[in-house]
């Protein structure tokens, strides 16, 4: 299992920047792939950004240059951080934390996800 625990959310003015920051522990030493998601209301869950193991990353087309994803991999915990600058109301949303974890052989073995944490964007 893997435990994935998201801080960094809040409210803030437009054009201002916040970061996120999701720690993972438990079975991280399967773990692939992390990275955001979110869900503003009435909406269905986005990709924002993931990050490979080895640093490789990939953003939605609509966040490049804004949102930036970094990694940080420890003995015991994966941390896996949300840079956001020029943020915009219609960056509101739940952000979630995602966590994938595979085989040597790049076998699937799970998915996981935080809780979510609330950024609202006030214009």
């Known amino acids: 299992q893997v435990h994935l625990v998201e801080s960094g959310g809040g409210l803030v003015q437009a054009g201002r920047s916040l970061r996120l920051s999701c720690v993972a522990s438990?079975?991280?030493?399967?773990?692939?792939?992390m990275g955001w998601y979110r869900q503003a209301p009435g909406k269905q869950r986005e990709l924002v950004a993931v990050?490979?193991?080895?640093?490789?990353?990939?953003?939605a087309d609509s966040l490049k240059g804004r949102f930036t994803i970094s990694r940080d991999n420890t003995r015991d915990t994966n941390t896996v951080y949300l840079q956001m600058t020029s943020l915009k109301p219609e960056d509101t949303a739940v952000y979630y934390c995602?966590?994938?974890?595979?085989?040597?052989?790049?076998?699937?073995?799970?998915?996981?996800w935080g809780q979510g944490t609330q950024v609202t964007v006030s214009s």
């Open positions: 995602n966590a994938v974890r595979r085989t040597s052989s790049s076998a699937y073995m799970g998915d996981y």
């Open positions: 438990g079975n991280i030493f399967s773990i692939n792939t």
């Open positions: 990050i490979t193991v080895g640093g490789t990353t990939h953003y």
